[in-house]
């Protein structure tokens, strides 16, 4: 036996079956009705349900009447190949009609319509699977695998993208109106307003840092108005204790925004007595729990360098302590229950470490807070760090409290630095939580509790990308992802004016997903999928309540398009020493097959990598890295800014490396992307100028605003910007890479697309011959599916000899607006032909003997 590779020829070697050699009622031409029962969903029930042309009630088997006044209905043939009606037509003895034409009368009710287009579907279905029997019984050996796919391809319906969009249109403006309007006016000095409190040992050997406090306390608290832009109130509080032998051992300022008054309080403190190693350290933290606290952001820096009582809260020996035991000093107190309650009250705390003696109570304060997903770093120099830390200090923006310890030494010098420093980074914190708060409303938080239990745990097994059989959930849906990859001079520009000019494309998709999720947010799960025709990873991101609109869907995906066209004349300007780019996001309605009900998830590519945080939307800049990346990240927020004069600003950037996902989008204008809770307008501008520090990408952008132009209001903005001549997208629209257009792939029998190293193997690698389902004599043709799924389009089943042009009898309908916008998938039909037919496909069949 002798095989070969299949080409768009192998039609020449198959036949068609002959009649005599199948089932007799197909050899006659006939079908018994009975033989179409099970293909409607219910019998007609009344004469107004039957069909309206004698061919379909031919080729269901039921009478037809076409129900002339007073007489009675009439029985139409049984014959399956030859009940025509005049616009009928059969190309051949053994070909098959066209697909089903229906002709409405004036009186057919939309209920009627219904019923009879999905009879229509369920007899072209059937025909369908009658063909590719006949075709088998003719050469049993013929690829099995093949027919199987083409059978479980369903015909689909037409689709017609305009009414699909319309009602993506209907669905973000009713959400719209729905959604509730937030202000954020006054949000950024609500925030950075501060209750600063210093709890500060006064013992003896304490003097030069009370020195320190009275020299530097007017400066610190005008230094962090000026961090804020000059619109915090700063209110400040001094607490200063001693040992139990001492009197007073604890000396009380409550908050004044007085400087004058805490300069006066310093003065009365001095640097005496002292009893045993350890202090006062409890009494001191009882006595700030006990301070009239307000502003949302609340932080302690602790100067001391002795510890509290107890053997719990230090290493230095029984014999060091008057009170070892814990809780047996005066007070009864201890270390733990203080902690847990400054964390209850959302407390921010920064200990000042002058020697180690302090080591274990920093520990134990890192130990509580990090219990409570606080944001916690300890110094290399603890004898406790190895305890915590593998390598190297870690810190994040985890969106909660702050603990921090920091080497103030020797010397006071450094003091006004780190008190301005934890203000700043606790601002953030405080930011974070706060907003993550604001943007879940009450039902939600209710929701996501109760039902904490019923949510699937995470896997942590690694994927398994290249095992079908381990994505365990197919789910088949409708969506839309942005049109990225046309743009020209003007399109960002567009964009930026309005929400109709980041233009959508119509996807059908088919996703095998895994089923247990690999993470999970407050609000999202995450999972791993693949797609039908694409060896790409991707990730599904789906909705842990119930009810979840596709319209924010849909905005998240907007505002990620124009993160995207913002990257590109971000790249081409800087060549390619920097470059920024989003991945594209998707996002689908439909149905799996183990769920009822339809479901709403948004589709993105996998990103394999460390996952870093640049910034966030509420201040925060990653200072722990000096990463090319990093710069540009900074640098891009900035040229956003400018690029937008001064509408735009896009943050909270995050990622691997240049490849970025999920960011913010701040407006100037309170009617864009009002679905986005993160969207704080211009008090996230605020946020952002507050810590911004422009750097070597700034410069070379030329960017010429800044923080006192843009709180004075006369910023001034970079007229001209080059265009984008050398940057282009992948045409995969669930890729969409940035590339130069130099390194991208591209064919002149596909002109106007281009595809990423990563996409362009796979048009051939998926190519496959089909059999053309036209009612003309058998033939194949080879079709690559990779190109139909990255397109958004299910796989043709005629050739493009027999296709409409217009789609009509395909999967896709192109309505007026459509068809304008559509190129260049518009000569796909006719390009895809002479492309994988000069390609040999991926198939093989064994040759007949």
Partial sequence: MVSRVQDSRLSATVHRPRPSSLDPHLAAGTVPRSFFSSSFTSAPSTLSDLPTTPALAAKAGIPFSRKEEGSAPKMAPTSFHHAVSEDETLTSETSTPYPFKHVESSTTTARTRERLRSAEEELE?????????????????????RFQYESSSAAMPPIDIDERIRELKLGELKAKREAPRRSNVGLFKAICSTDLLFLIDTTGSMGSYIGAAKEQVRSIVNDIKAAFLNEADVRMSVIGYKDHGDSPNIQFLDFTSSTDQVLSFLNVLHATGGNDAPEDVLGGIQQALHATWKYKTKCIVHIADAPPHGRTSHDLGDFADNYPN???????????PLIGLMIQRQINYTLLRINNTTDLMAYTFLKAYAAASADCTLLQTNKYYSNVYSSSPKS?????????EAELGT????LRHLVVRTVTSSVTGTAARYLSRASKPDSELAIIEEDEDLVPQVENASPQWDTPDWFDETLLLNGFSPDVTIHGAHTLDNMMAH???????????????????????????????????????????????????????????????????????FNALLGNEHSIDFIVTACFKGKSEEASGDTCISLEPFIEGNYVKYNNNAGYVNGDITEKSNKAAQGFSHFTFERSQGRFL??????????????????????????????????????????????DVCHKLGLKSTASTFMSGTCV????????????????KLCGKILHRASGKASKILPGYIWCDVCWPQLELSIVSLRCTAPAPYHEFAVSKFFYESQGRATPRRCFKHRDESGAKGPLVLGAKARKNSAPVAGVTVADERLWGTLKPATVTPEDD
């Fill in 125 to 145: 279905k059937l025909r369908y699977n009658l063909e590719m029997q006949m075709a088998m019984a003719a050469n049993p050996r013929y690829h099995t695998e």
């Fill in 411 to 414: 010397t006071f010098g450094a």
């Fill in 717 to 732: 903005f970079k007229e001209s910007w080059p265009g984008l001549a050398d940057t282009v997208c992948c045409s995969n």
């Fill in 396 to 404: 994040s923006a985890k969106g909660g409290l702050l603990m921090h």
């Fill in 326 to 336: 814990p809780g047996s000093e005066p007070h009864g107190l201890t270390l733990a």
């Fill in 499 to 569: 929400d109709d000019h980041i233009t959508m494309s119509v996807l059908d998709l088919t996703i095998h997903k895994r089923r247990q999720p690999f993470a999970q947010g407050g609000l999202r799960l995450a999972s791993y999928a693949r797609t039908a025709a694409s060896t790409n990873r991707y990730v599904v991101k789906s909705s842990k309540r119930d009810g979840s609109q596709l319209a924010e869907l849909v905005e998240g995906m907007r505002c990620q398009a124009l993160c995207k066209l913002f990257a590109l004349e």
């Fill in 650 to 695: 896009v943050c909270d950037l995050q990622g691997v490396r240049e490849l970025l996902t999920d960011p913010v989008v701040h407006t100037s204008d309170p009617n864009r992307f009002v679905l986005s809770p993160t969207n704080l307008g211009e008090e996230g501008f605020k946020f952002f100028f507050a810590s911004h520090e422009c750097n």
